[in-house]
């Protein structure tokens, strides 16, 4: 989904989306029915519509764009064989919790700058992620903007205890928990890290670097 979707931006050709994935969170967001053979129809078929994409330079996702914890987990969860499906981000959370240092971030947005130690930093441009966890509850996927989620450092113990909220958006109102609106991020870490964006890595963010996304609205066309 993520390289059909460099193909696809700004262009007239849509996307029909088949729900085979690990997490399948568009598919999810755009209620696209889980049988395949009607997935496919429905692909064939369907009415098509403009959504906002994320852009990272010349990449673009149509998920999330995100830097810290979550991005780490996201990068154990890729190498993880013995687990298939939604599981494995509950099995890579708890992984990546053992030896994870929170990282010191500079996030300039529309509303404001945030400095400080930081769990992570989500850009959403879907309600969900990591296989239908409600990270940001009130984004919309065709909008024009993108809802900002700061997790600030918190301890493991706490971490694991929001932790299964986020699967039907109870973190929201959690005094670690920050959101933001906003069409644009500057994103700067104290260290080398991989930025992620739906699953995949996005590019690699050298410590001290000013790393931009932005929201492109309307530029991929779906079918659904």
């Known amino acids: 989904m993520h390289h059909a979707i460099q193909g696809l931006a700004n262009t007239l050709c849509a996307l029909g989306v088949i729900p085979v994935g690990t ?4 598919s999810g967001t755009l209620k696209i029915p889980p049988d395949l053979d009607v997935a496919v129809q429905l692909g064939l078929t369907g009415t ?4 906002d994409l994320i852009r990272v330079g010349e ?7 995100g830097v810290g914890f979550d991005s780490q987990a996201t ?3 890729n190498q993880v064989k013995i687990l298939r499906g939604p599981l494995v981000y509950p099995y890579s ?3 990546t919790l053992a030896t994870f240092v929170p990282p010191s971030m500079r996030i300039v947005h529309d509303e404001g700058v945030f400095e400080g130690r930081v769990m992570f930093t989500n850009l959403a441009n879907l309600p969900r992620f990591g296989g239908g966890m409600q990270i940001a509850p009130q984004a919309q996927i065709d909008d024009g903007v993108l ?6 450092e918190i301890s493991r113990r706490a971490l694991l205890a929001v932790f299964p909220k986020v699967y039907n958006g109870r973190h ?3 005094p670690a928990v920050l959101f933001h609106r906003t069409r ?3 994103i700067t870490v104290d260290r080398t890290m991989t930025l992620y964006g739906g699953g995949e890595p996005m590019r690699p963010m050298a410590a001290g670097e000013a790393v931009s996304a932005e929201v492109v609205p309307a530029a991929l066309r779906v079918v659904k």
Do not use: C, M, Q, W
């Open 93 to 95: 959370v708890i992984h």
């Open 147 to 152: 809802d900002l989620v700061i997790v600030k």
């Open 75 to 77: 990068e154990f969860a």
């Open 48 to 51: 098509i519509r403009p959504v």
């Open 172 to 174: 929201v109102g959690h």
């Open 23 to 26: 997490g399948n969170d568009l």
């Open 184 to 186: 644009r991020v500057e």
């Open 59 to 65: 990449t673009y996702s149509v998920s999330y764009v």
